[in-house]
């Protein structure tokens, strides 16, 4: 009997969640825990970590799962390797539903950096202005270019005392955010540069079109690399590989359709 592990925190994730939860697919959803209020879902929901790869083996083995989609953020990538890593251990198949990561266009002023430290370099020497679209989690990256001042949005509100940096203006928002809104949002806040992690996908895109406008730069952190596996940005493919074994238009898809 089909049980699938939905590791989540992307609308993509949630998405699917419906689409299983509509479809009567035995599934459970995965909250890393790191948002204090996450989304309610249809589905059941656990909170937390499993306690690294060993820990999602026991879950998977446990739990009865016989597969597992990996929604994270394109950046959550140590919870994808053990995805990986548990998968592989336990012969489980594992999707990748992920979108794109966003491409600079002619107008765009980009900076592309391989990590978050390199992007705090990659500031100017001039104090500036600075949007942080990044989240809290490495904000500590940029404890050291306290010449700047930074604008964080967050979901949650940050206790107080708890942010490494000095010199913010905190604004709470859960995305979608519209291009329109943002650039309103940039120039309220006499924003001259950005910076951002290539998530990909339309729900925070807005950001990068309200550079765009302002001929703002904007320092681009690069997704860190992850183990091959089989990936889709349509919540319809998932559904096709959780009940063929296989992606639509991939080798052998068109003997397992019914």
């Known amino acids: 009997m089909t049980h699938v592990l939905l590791l ?12 299983l939860h509509q ?60 995805a990986c890593a548990a998968c592989e251990a336990t012969g489980t198949p594992l999707l990748a539903l992920e979108r794109a ?13 391989t990590d978050m430290d390199a992007a705090a370099q990659a500031l100017p020497e001039e104090p500036a202005r600075v949007f942080l679209a990044i989240g809290r989690k490495q904000l500590a990256a940029f404890a050291n270019q306290a010449r700047h001042h930074y604008l964080l949005r967050l ?27 943002d650039q309103a949002l940039l120039q ?11 998530a990909g996908g339309e729900a925070t895109r807005g950001k990068l079109l309200a550079a765009r406008a302002l001929g703002l730069p904007v320092v681009m952190v690069q997704r860190p690399p992850l183990p091959p596996r089989p990936r889709t940005e349509e919540v319809d493919a998932a559904l096709h590989w959780i009940a063929h074994g296989v992606l639509p238009g991939a080798p052998g898809a068109a003997a397992s359709s019914p």
């Open 8 to 19: 989540g925190g992307t609308s993509g994730a949630s998405h699917l969640a419906q689409a």
């Open 155 to 181: 979901v949650d509100a940050p206790q107080p005392g708890s942010l490494p940096l000095t010199d913010t203006t905190v604004v709470l928002g859960r995305g979608p955010f519209s291009a329109e809104n």
């Open 101 to 113: 990561p966003w491409q600079a266009e002619a107008a765009d002023r980009w900076i592309d950096v």
């Open 188 to 198: 309220a806040h006499g924003i001259t540069w950005l910076v951002a992690k290539n």
């Open 23 to 82: 479809a009567k697919v035995p599934a459970v959803f995965s909250y890393a825990g790191a948002t204090q209020a996450p989304l309610a879902q249809p589905l059941p929901t656990r909170c937390g970590g499993f306690g690294g790869a060993d820990g999602l083996v026991q879950f998977i083995r446990g739990q009865g799962i016989t597969h597992v989609v990996d929604a994270t953020h394109p950046f959550a990538a140590q919870m994808s390797r053990n």
